[in-house]
């Protein structure tokens, strides 16, 4: 026998674009010694669509729909954080009813946007179960979504000053009986999630983040307090009226993906208490504020972020003083939070990446742009 | 787009041919007056931000300790931010982070303005942890000039810088892998820099890779 015999030799591999497990059009070029992972890079902007220049060439009001393209499973968040950074410009605040129905709307786009990741990480463990539970109860957010706007994915469901539409008649009834409806239904994941021993195996210990590497790689969200920082920009630096909600932050210890797992569960427990709060008390009044109809900020700059399902959404609106935006920078969370894979999966097997590719939560349509 | 430059277009010329007008006919109207041909304060509203100055204890650390680095500390909106020199801007960063909580790089983004000197607006968003508190640090940069790269104290700003490189065509000294991110590699042009049209594209790129004459 040649000594070379049960030598290995380092294997490129890529992964993707066209993967399922990839949740979109993302290549991972891996460096792998037998399945074990030397190293990665990832190529991206397969999705590419200069969503930052299309900005500077329509007005304020006509990139309002674009920016539902960017994460387009939570595209109430994308329209909301870019609403609050023009009415930030212009110096006005969207009227409570509109701050109450945003609120309710946004955090029912947070359930929707965590059942989908949950739904579709779970195929990628081997899980195929939960998808369908999943979906199932996807479908009953989204049916408000297009009761309210005509529209389930790309909403547009807000305008610049406050809400696109007044809401439906029954929009209330809808709301509540989601809410009482779905936190049974967690229970239900968690039944067959939580404690399932090829669950647990598949993800503790996988992807370990700690907190100071999450604030050195500028990961947010979920990935952010299941590593033990608590921080949510909905408490830290509230916006459209959360200070008044009474909900908590979830957190977990350990920082690996069935942290995660938990903590956007418990996330979405939290949604549910927000909306409830909110539907209660939904204000009497306009739905839009003094905004005139040509959108004219003053020459100035401002940036504000949101907490989007993934993390922190920020939107760098620069004004010139006409009708169309300098510039608007996106500063999208699943973009700033992918970099971190390469340190998450160093030194694990290539099963473990798509797991940490799901746990990240990423949207290649954000990540690109 | 036709319809919404109407307004603008015709705002902009109105207050001179208002103004112009006016003069001649008031010394008559009210020959009290004692400087009727006094012209009027411009019209055009200024050009720059009405950013009042940003008076903390922390501007004050950073102007003491930077100095000269520092050209302003002021507020907008009731968003802080700090212009320094080009070569001040990674240095504040790393005082910042060090001396004053702000470990999290949250953004490296860059304006272009291509009338001007200098010019680019290269723009970090630092945030604390401890503090809750976010500022922006702005600097102006001419183009080819090298900016210091961020990475060693924030390595967020590995793919951040590389997206301002890939956009805009600012090259980070020391980054430790200065490559396109979003566009194609071998890809002609910075996209958003503003004498890049929005209809241009790299016809050779098209013509090469996706086999076709035209993206358009």
């Given at each position: 026998m040649p000594d070379t015999f049960l030598d290995s030799t380092e294997l490129v591999l890529n992964m993707g674009p066209q993967h399922p497990s990839t949740h979109g059009v993302l290549r991972v070029i891996l460096k792998l010694d037998g399945e074990k992972i030397l190293g990665t890079d990832c190529v991206i902007g397969y999705l590419h669509r200069g969503v930052e220049k299309i900005a500077e060439n329509r007005t304020y009001a006509q990139f309002n729909p674009y920016v539902d393209r960017m994460d387009y499973v939570a595209s109430v968040s994308n329209g909301l954080g870019y609403c609050l950074a023009v009415e930030k410009l212009l110096n006005v605040e969207a009227p409570p009813r509109a701050r109450a129905v945003r609120v309710i709307l946004t955090e029912l786009n947070r359930i929707a946007s965590h059942l989908l990741w949950l739904g579709t990480h779970a195929l990628d463990i081997g899980a195929i179960t939960p998808v369908f539970y999943c979906f199932r109860e996807r479908e009953e957010a989204l049916k408000i979504f297009e009761q309210y706007?005509?529209?389930?994915?790309?909403?547009?469901?807000?305008?610049?000053?406050?809400?696109?539409y007044e809401t439906y008649d029954g929009f209330e009834r809808d709301v509540k009986a989601f809410c009482r409806m779905f936190p049974p239904k967690v229970d239900e994941y968690e039944e067959l999630l939580t404690n399932n021993r090829i669950w647990e195996g598949r993800l503790k210990g996988v992807g370990v983040l700690t907190g100071d590497e999450c604030k050195e790689y500028g990961v947010t969200g979920p990935v952010l307090r299941a590593s033990g920082v608590k921080w949510d920009l909905r408490k830290a630096q509230p916006y459209s009226g959360y200070e008044q909600y009474d909900f908590e932050i979830p957190t977990r210890e350990n920082g690996d993906t069935y942290d995660r797992y938990i903590v956007r569960m418990q996330e979405m427990r939290q949604s549910v208490r927000i909306m409830e709060q909110a539907v209660e008390a939904i204000p009497a009044g306009p739905i839009l504020g003094k905004v005139g109809k040509v959108i004219k900020p003053p020459v100035g700059e401002a940036y504000v972020s949101i907490e989007a399902p993934k993390g922190e959404l920020g939107y760098y609106v620069v004004s010139?003083?006409?009708?169309?935006?300098?510039r608007v920078r996106v500063r999208p969370p699943s973009y700033v939070n992918l970099q971190a894979l390469d340190k998450m999966v160093r030194g694990a097997l290539i099963a473990d990446v798509v797991a940490v590719i799901g746990t990240l939560d990423i949207v290649l349509g954000e990540v690109d742009r | 787009m036709a319809d919404e430059q109407k307004p603008g277009g015709s705002e902009a010329p109105s207050p001179p041919a208002g103004e112009g007008a006016k003069p001649p006919a008031k010394p008559a109207a009210d020959a009290a007056k004692p400087a009727p041909p006094k012209p009027p304060p411009p019209p055009k509203p200024p050009a720059t931000m009405a950013a009042t100055p940003w008076d903390s204890d922390l501007a004050r650390a950073v102007k003491e300790r930077f100095g000269d680095g520092i050209l302003a500390t002021s507020t907008y909106l009731g968003q802080d931010f700090v212009v320094t020199r080009p070569e001040s801007a990674v240095p504040v960063l790393e005082y910042l982070k060090l001396d004053a909580d702000f470990d999290y790089l949250v953004d490296i983004t860059a304006v272009d303005w291509p009338k001007r000197a200098e010019r680019f607006d290269l723009v970090y968003v630092v945030y604390s942890f401890p503090h809750s508190q976010r500022i922006r640090i702005k600097t102006q940069i001419a183009d080819g000039f090298e900016p210091r790269t961020a990475v060693g104290m924030h390595l967020t700003a590995n793919w951040l810088e590389r997206e301002v490189f890939d956009m805009f065509g600012i090259r980070f000294a020391g980054h430790p892998d200065l490559r396109r991110i979003l566009m194609p590699e071998d890809w002609q042009g910075y996209p958003l820099r503003k004498d890049y049209g929005i209809l241009q594209q790299d016809v050779r790129w098209v013509q090469e890779n996706l086999g076709i004459e035209s993206g358009q």
């Open positions: 706007c005509g529209a389930r994915l790309t909403t547009h469901a807000f305008r610049i000053g406050g809400l696109q010139d003083g006409s009708t169309q935006p300098y | -």
